[in-house]
């Protein structure tokens, strides 16, 4: 089946630094992948859609300059949080649709978990 | 804007009963809906998909319904596991957009 995967599974950082999160689709090319973030004991919301080759679409209360995504190849998107702060610490999970799948399905990454102190 | 909701929010049971979750949607113009299953501190495994033009689908324990026309989908579990702990999303699809998940539903099989 299509893999994802995402590094690194975990991070943690000084306030005010950058993290960049990688997401790759290991057996499939993805023209769009997807930015979900999840804190403790809540569902996943999505921050971003990200498309090769163009401009990521962020979702309302997002911050795209915080947020920084960049999806320069059909198989690697990647999230950096820049000047992270505690408040950013969350489980960020990555999803991509198979472009030549049927149905649209999307494959999860295992998701990064980012602790700022 | 899509909103997708589930009930119970939490729920324990002894094992080997069979149990239902539920899962509604607000915009019944769905792509597809998706259960998925959510260990602590881990990501997603999905269980079942189920595209807008079918009704069920099955896998093992597990079966999952889907009313389009309701909004609801239900997800069945026979013969529930203490390994079946976790907690289990649902999710839909409008067009070609990211999902929309559901607030979850934390199962506890006590065994």
């Known amino acids: 089946g299509a893999v994802v995967s995402q590094h690194p599974s975990w991070v943690i950082c000084k306030s005010g630094t950058s993290v960049k999160i990688e997401c790759r689709s290991l057996d499939f090319q993805a023209t769009t992948m997807f930015w979900y973030r999840q804190f403790p004991k809540q569902s996943l919301m999505l921050m971003a859609t990200s498309n090769e080759g163009s401009k990521a679409t962020y979702e309302q209360g997002v911050e795209k300059d915080k947020f920084l995504i960049n999806h320069a190849s059909l198989t690697l998107s990647t999230l950096t949080v820049t000047s992270a702060h505690p408040e950013d610490s969350s489980f960020y999970i990555c999803?991509?649709?198979?472009?030549?799948?049927?149905?649209?399905?999307?494959?999860f990454g295992p998701g990064t978990r980012l602790l700022v102190l | 804007k899509q909103e997708v909701t589930q009930i119970p929010a939490a729920l324990s049971v002894p094992e080997g009963e069979n149990l239902v979750l539920n899962c509604s949607f607000t915009d019944s113009a769905i792509y597809n809906l998706q259960w998925f299953r959510q260990d602590p501190g881990k990501g997603l495994t999905s269980l079942l998909l189920?595209?807008?033009?079918?009704r069920e689908q099955t896998s093992g324990r597990l079966n999952a319904s889907l009313d389009k026309s309701s909004g609801r989908s239900t997800l069945y579990i026979a013969a529930s596991q203490p390994g079946d702990s976790a907690t289990y999303l649902c999710?839909?699809?409008?067009?070609?957009?990211?999902?929309?998940f559901g607030s979850g539903t934390r199962l506890q099989v006590q065994p």
């Open positions: 999710a839909v699809t409008v067009g070609r957009r990211a999902l929309t």
């Open positions: 999803s991509a649709r198979d472009r030549g799948g049927q149905g649209g399905t999307q494959y």
């Open positions: 189920i595209q807008s033009s079918q």
